[in-house]
């Protein structure tokens, strides 16, 4: 026989686990699950503290519904006005119904003003002709 089986057959018959070696595993499983379900309430509690301390981080209240923070003043709409918009930001980019608004009213301000100027080009087409 070579060295590998003697030392299998030296060994003798597998022991059987006793009843002591069964209360330590036991005792084992039973203080890991002790641990971690003490482990997830502390981080429960912590979770809960910290929610009632700070909030949702807002600085504001919510808007109520259907309400907008979009705001353009009704005529005479500057440059400045436009790149101080801000729309409300929902799921997946921003609230259509603000941007159609926005773009609806900015519309209207263009129609306005070019309306405007081709009214100022004819009158003053008409005085130079006249002279």
Do not use: K, N
Not at 123 to 130: D, L, V
């Amino acid at each position: 026989m070579g060295p590998v089986a003697r030392t299998i057959l030296d060994r003798g018959p597998p022991r059987r686990r006793t009843a002591v070696g069964r209360a330590c595993h036991d005792l084992t499983v039973t203080t890991a699950l002790i641990y971690l379900v003490v482990m997830i309430a502390v981080a429960a509690v912590v979770f809960l503290l910290a929610s009632a301390v700070f909030g949702r981080g807002e600085e504001l209240a919510p808007l109520p519904p259907g309400a907008s923070p979009t705001r353009l003043p009704p005529e005479d709409v500057t440059g400045d006005d436009v790149r101080a918009l801000r729309f409300q930001q929902a799921v997946r980019g921003y609230r259509m119904s603000e941007v159609d608004w926005a773009l609806e009213h900015l519309a209207g301000e263009v129609d306005q003003l070019r309306g405007r100027i081709a009214e100022l080009e004819q009158e003053i087409a008409t005085r130079t002709s006249a002279e």
